[in-house]
């Protein structure tokens, strides 16, 4: 099955050749094989390829464990509008193009006070740059640009410095011991390991559909229930802010039967940054597509049967009705989606197994949606069901009228 590539990584040695981290690349189709990083791009790149760490199902998670090295530019780096990201498994590394201005040196002191590691890539150090030098804990130099010679002058100036040096497109067998004897203890180039491709399967989401969440968030109060009312009408947004709660920022460890749930353990400021991360690097579109719809109007049915049967909350009637769905939406096994989301275990064996009270309104839902009689239980009334079927109906055709309008 034909996975998204989502981003590059590049392995970082010491000097025993051990990985002690990674660098995440942006990788944009057709061509995979390079980063894509002009100032114009740098904004979304980075934006992309954090919320690809943070929000997608991969079919590899194994680098969360080592410190992650991500590209900032300036408009980035002084936005400040990110959301909380993980101090021990995140390096920012400073794109070598930011000045050492006022305002950016006074963003890294902040960043530095409140425990992040800096590095400072392709690094060359010029008059009214040492500012950089004191507050970075890493300092990249770029081997092929600099020559021998340029890399031991850079050397002797930087060596001064509190800073660990990393050794960039470390090409040669010469070139790694050159850098070894200058005094390096960082390694990372193709003589070492190329990237490797992370694939997995993208999310993307309805923008109108984010414009009314960040909407309805910037209201000086706004309840629960209504994010919890925006977010369900769509799918993939509903798996994003699962997968936050499941990702090494959170570490939450808490499982959820709910959207309310999850938008209460993460907060609404949480919720707000990540919503306008998820806002810059989602592609326009004017109406969720029918696969979509088709699996909301199986969750809003889910959970007018639990309405009408009392037998479980309806809020987690409608979570079992979207989830079970998923792997018709991306395309991939429903077991490898559900390992990467912090499900209860009677949500999560509903939607595997269709077992218990939640997997008999699953079951009860899809046979009537699809027409499949003989598949129904018996457990409700032909009255019951066509209602539930109805308001179900009526629900997702408001909700995508109230988009498209």
Same mark, same amino acid.
């Given at each position: ?12 040695? *010491? ?11 942006y990788r944009s189709a057709p061509d995979f094989t390079r980063a894509v990083l002009s100032s114009a791009d740098t904004c979304r790149a980075t934006c992309e390829v954090l919320?690809? $760490? ?36 995140? =390096? ?14 006074? +963003? ?5 006070? %409140? ?6 890539? *392709? ?32 050397? !002797? ?40 491709? =992370? ?30 009312? =925006? ?11 699962? +997968? ?17 749930? %999850?938008?209460? &353990?993460?907060?609404?400021? /949480? ?9 810059? $690097? ?32 309806? !809020?987690?009637?409608?979570? @079992?009705?979207?989830?079970?769905? &998923?792997?018709?939406?991306? @395309? ?10 912090? &499900?209860? !275990? ?17 079951? /009860?839902?899809q046979a009537c949606l699809e027409a499949r009689w003989d598949q129904l239980s018996g457990r409700f009334d032909d009255t019951t069901l066509s209602n539930a079927e109805q ?13 498209? *309008?």
């Open positions: 099955m034909k996975l998204d590539i989502l981003l590059a990584r590049q392995p970082i040695f *010491d000097r025993d050749l051990k990985v002690v981290g990674y660098e995440l690349l919320l690809n $760490t943070y929000t997608s199902v991969f079919d590899s998670g194994s680098y969360r464990l080592l410190p992650a090295f991500v590209n900032f530019g300036e408009r980035l780096l002084l936005d400040n509008q990110l959301p909380s990201l993980p101090r021990e498994h995140l =390096v920012l590394e400073i794109l070598e193009d930011v000045p050492p201005s006022p305002p950016v040196i006074a +963003r890294l002191k902040a960043l530095r006070k %409140a425990g992040f590691k800096l590095a400072l890539d *392709d690094f060359v150090l010029k008059p009214g740059y040492e500012p950089l030098l004191e507050l970075a804990h890493i300092v990249k130099l770029d081997v092929r640009q600099l020559g021998p010679q340029l890399l031991e002058e850079q050397v !002797d100036k930087i060596k001064s410095y509190p800073a660990t040096l990393l050794a960039e497109k470390v090409e040669t067998t010469e070139e790694l011991e050159l850098c070894r004897a200058l005094g390096f203890k960082l390694f990372q180039g193709f003589f070492l390991s190329r990237p490797q491709l =992370v694939s997995g399967r993208q999310l993307s989401s309805n923008r109108l559909i984010l414009l009314e969440l960040l909407a309805a968030l910037n209201q000086e109060e706004v309840s629960v229930t209504v994010l919890e009312k =925006v977010i369900n009408q769509d799918p993939q947004l509903c798996v994003k802010i699962l +997968r936050l709660l499941n990702s090494a920022q959170f570490a939450l460890r808490r499982e959820v039967s709910s959207i309310a749930e %999850a938008i209460t &353990l993460l907060g609404l400021e /949480e919720l707000r940054r990540w919503t306008l991360l998820i806002s810059l $690097t989602t592609p326009h579109s004017h109406q969720p597509p029918e696969l979509s719809r088709q699996i909301l109007t199986r969750a809003a049915m889910c959970e007018q049967l639990a309405i009408a049967s009392g037998l479980v909350r309806q !809020d987690s009637a409608f979570m @079992a009705g979207l989830l079970s769905g &998923l792997d018709a939406l991306f @395309a991939m096994p429903l077991a490898s989606i559900v390992e990467h989301l912090p &499900l209860n !275990d009677a949500l999560r064996r509903s939607v595997l197994f269709r077992e218990g009270d939640l997997g008999l309104l699953i079951n /009860e839902s308001e179900a109906l009526n629900w997702v055709l408001e909700a995508t009228q109230a988009i498209r *309008d």
